[in-house]
């Protein structure tokens, strides 16, 4: 999706306030949208917060929200459950409403009152620093980790890796849970994760795991997000099954990721050969290159 | 007055206007039968697959019969998916406002234009489980209706021609 496109989808479904201030922004400079029930517009920039003009109600919110998932989110309970879908395009809206809960586990979400939109970005060259780290001295891929806040490019770096090495001819399988690293599109990838990749979109990462192994006889597998002790699960089971893996985390820094148990358990069992840290205040900047037991081996700067 | 050739005029005229009649009431059936068709699909679609709304309006008319109210029912839907493509704000009950205004169907009456009404009403709210229930209540609404339409378009179809008939009949035997 070219940011041309980007812009047009987004002014489509959005009041036309929006959509002109939009349309005046450099490409690739706008990070984020926000929008809110009984307030204005806010578009958010490299550089600076755009408010536009116009009160949203909370009607209107709600069908912006049904217009960017193109009258979808009602077959997207689940990921509406966890807090976010994924729109055309790989962007991610993030919801807030009122909460149908049944004790402590979310069962609908209604009454939308506020968007978070985060625009993804293809960053051609933003793993270019990452990627001396990732071969080792048999010519095979590393397992890697990227850990990092959320809105700090894991998912950017993660889908350049990805381009990068399949364009040296490695054979990556991305499994794709919530369309944001290939954003695919009637078959078609929207961001460019190289020639030799083939994508599996939508799919649980413990299920599509097994299944690209199965299937594809992937050189690299490539997902986005581990959560849970499931998910480590399915890492470590293709990990042990002789195939690279590639995935991000959310978190910080190496010790208040270890706290969490999916990172530990991987660290444990030395799944991953390399770990890539990233700036918790410079979106793209990786501060640091931990070896299979979290170990310092090296410090990049910006990317 | 007219002669033997006026008399035969009077006589196909009139039949020409009992078989129209005829058409009409088969062509209202043929659309409430599609409407119902789609539903079915509508219904078996919401439960297999995830489409986005103006994906499961186009792939419920894949399954609908033949003849000009069907095919008047298959644009309405298609119209009403473009629609909101093209002005996704708009919302469901607009556009398909917007369909039927595009394709007004004058045989259309107002049972199954209320029973369709409500259904996109609710079409664009509630989970998948819901619209499920949404078109499983317009096609029972439809039933009946459908059953109607089928009553007249076969017997007072038949008798529109006859009607018809005997009416250019005794217009021309006047007229001659």
Known sequence: MTWMETIQFFSGCMPRSVGKALAAQAEGTVTEIRLRAGGRALILTQQEAIVCSGVFSQQQVAQIAEALCEHALYVRAEEQRQGFVTLRGGHRMGLCGRVVANGQSVRALREISSLCIRIAGQWRGAADAILPYLWNENGRVRSTLIIGLPGMGKTTILRDACRALSEQGVHMCVVDERSEIAAMCGGIAQLDVGPNTDVLDGCAKEAGLRWMLRAMSPEVLVTD???????????????????????????????????????????QNQVFERYIILDDKRVGTVSMICDEKLRPIGVQEAV | MLGAAGALCCL???????????????????????????????????????LPLPDL??????????????????????????????????????????????????????????????????????????????????????????????????????LCIQLGMLTGLVAGIILW
């Open chain 1, 225 to 267: 997000e581990l959560g849970s002790i499931q998910d480590a699960q399915a890492v470590m089971d293709a990990a042990r099954s002789g195939v690279s893996v590639m995935a991000t985390l959310h978190g910080r820094d190496p010790e208040t990721a270890l706290s969490r148990g999916t990172l530990y358990t991987l660290v």
């Open chain 2, 12 to 50: 196909a005229a009139g039949t020409a206007m009992g078989s129209w009649l005829k058409i009409r009431r088969m062509t209202r059936l043929d659309m409430i039968r599609a409407a119902m068709d789609s539903l079915n699909a509508m219904r078996l679609l919401l439960e297999t697959e995830r």
């Open chain 2, 57 to 158: 309006l186009e792939n419920s008319t894949a399954y609908t019969g033949g003849g000009h109210g069907a095919e008047c029912m298959r644009r309405r839907f298609e119209y009403t998916a473009q629609q909101m493509r093209t002005n996704p704000l708009e919302g469901i009950p607009a556009a398909y406002r917007a369909a039927c205004a595009a394709h007004a169907a004058p045989w259309e009456q107002e049972e199954e234009k209320a029973a369709l009404e409500s259904l996109f009403a609710q079409l664009g709210c509630g989970t998948a489980a819901m619209r499920e229930q949404a078109a499983a209540a317009c096609i029972r609404r439809l039933k009946p209706v459908e059953e109607k339409a089928r009553a007249e378009a076969e017997k007072g179809g038949k």
